[in-house]
């Protein structure tokens, strides 16, 4: 008999943005029609598959695109790929909480998905119902769910708030209890999403054990999301790697962890254009030459939260007499602004105007960042803005700590910061 129990083949998965109606009059009219006068369920809603027809629409984004896998039981895999690469979509289709726009998936045996906070519990029912209801929804008898309470509750380590509703838990306590019973009632397959990135560094470390012993002495299989290569590293013996909703790789999770980390230290390569006809600009000004050099310590060295940045640009300018300075301003994925930096105008006249600024290593969190140049003249008007000119992004790394979780904030600025122990004797409490 076949050990396959995750069967994707050519897989994709749709989603629409930002539109109100379907984008169709005709099935704007159908929807009105169901909704309004004969009371019934939107269609369009229903039937995800049928969103095909919206594929070539602006507001079609492709979170994922003609996958295919096969997972073995007993293995455990490990999901990388950058922000929005679609791991977290492809792990809600598997757990059957969305439905693919096209292509198949099989699966054997009972899941039992973590994924964001918030999913999977009822929030109005207490921790002990939702343990319960987590059970049944397996498949479990209330006699096999008793029998594996205690161990649940313990291992959650929120016992003393088992009869409060979960809406009332903090993210870590939902996690916790979450992680809990996704690990204990015994699923034949056990979805994990960016668990880590939840909880204290010793829940991690008995999260990163369960998992271990649920797939090495139970013989279960494992899907595991994560950010954090070292954890994938440990745990995992498949990698599966997604860039932009398409397979990059899979393997052997430490090969396919080198070839992503290779990777994104290889994806900027310098940007010139040799006559202006052809460079991004319009009449004022049109870009020359644009360069994101990492200072690497070794050649082969990640480019990770250690790397100091320096943005290299010249550009034509074509305006006489003009005071110009450039603004550069750094986003995170998310399109939060990190910051906003200014050169002091200078006057120019036409010809090629040349600027670098350099982000300096230990300041910036790991994540995916974009910049935007501007080029001002008298500092108010904008004569060109080169919005998301350059991106990039950084790899985690940390020494002295047994935390893997994400680490909080845009910036991890390595500031002045010490603790020290002034007295070793304690009164008496
Ligand atoms: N409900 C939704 N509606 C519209 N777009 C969505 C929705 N959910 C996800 N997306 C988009 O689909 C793409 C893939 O998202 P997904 O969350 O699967 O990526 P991810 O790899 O898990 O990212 P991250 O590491 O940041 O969690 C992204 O561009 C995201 O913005």
Request: aromatic letters at 10%; proline letters at 4%.
């Amino acid at each position: 008999m076949s050990d396959v129990v995750i069967q994707i083949e050519k897989l994709s998965k749709m989603y629409r943005l930002g539109t109100i109606g379907t984008g169709y009059l005709l099935q704007d009219l159908q929807r009105w029609w169901t909704t309004s006068v004969r009371k019934q369920q939107v269609p369009f809603f229903q039937q995800p598959e049928d969103q095909s027809i919206y594929a070539l629409s602006p507001h079609a984004l492709w979170a994922l695109q003609d996958i295919n896998l096969e997972v073995n039981k007993g293995e455990v895999w490990g999901i990388i790929g950058n922000n929005g690469a679609g791991k977290s979509t492809l792990l809600k289709i598997i757990s059957r909480i969305i439905r693919p726009t096209h292509g198949s998936i099989r699966g054997r045996g009972k899941i039992s998905s973590l994924l964001e906070v918030g999913t999977g519990f009822h929030s109005e029912l207490s921790g002990r119902e939702n343990i319960f209801l987590s059970g049944y929804i397996l498949g479990m008898t209330k006699p096999e769910i008793q029998a594996k309470f205690d161990e649940i509750a313990a291992f959650s380590g929120v016992e003393k708030f088992l009869d409060t509703p979960v809406k009332r838990y903090s993210s870590g306590m939902y996690v916790r209890l979450a992680f809990a019973v996704a690990a204990h009632l015994e699923p034949d397959i056990l979805i994990i999403d960016e668990v880590l990135a939840v909880g204290d560094a010793d829940f991690q470390k008995k999260c990163l054990g369960k998992m271990r012993e649920v797939s090495q002495t139970q013989g279960r299989t494992i899907l595991f999301v994560s950010h954090n290569m070292q954890a994938i590293n440990n745990l995992c013996d498949k990698g599966l790697w997604l860039q932009q909703g398409k397979v990059k790789a899979t393997g052997e999770a430490a090969a396919v962890v080198n070839k992503y980390l290779t990777n994104n230290q290889q994806i900027h390569p310098k940007q010139s254009w040799t006559t202006p006809a052809e460079a991004p600009g319009n009449s004022n000004i049109r870009f020359k030459q644009l360069e994101l050099i990492p200072h690497l310590s070794q050649p082969d060295a990640p480019l990770d939260i250690r790397t100091p940045l320096t943005i290299k640009f010249e550009f034509w300018n074509f305006v006489e007499d003009a005071a110009i300075s450039t603004h550069l301003t750094l986003f995170s994925y998310n399109g939060e602004c990190v910051f906003d930096v200014a050169t002091v105008p200078i006057l120019c006249q036409k010809g090629v105007v040349s600027g670098e600024c350099t982000i300096p290593g230990n300041f910036l969190n790991d994540g995916s960042f974009y910049i935007n140049l501007y080029v001002l003249r008298d500092t108010t008007t904008n004569l060109f803005d080169y919005e998301q000119c350059l991106s990039f992004d950084l790899e985690d790394y940390r020494t002295g700590t047994l935390w893997y979780g994400k680490w909080w904030g845009i910036v991890r600025p390595q500031l002045p910061f010490r603790i020290v122990q002034t007295d070793t004797t304690v009164p008496v409490i």
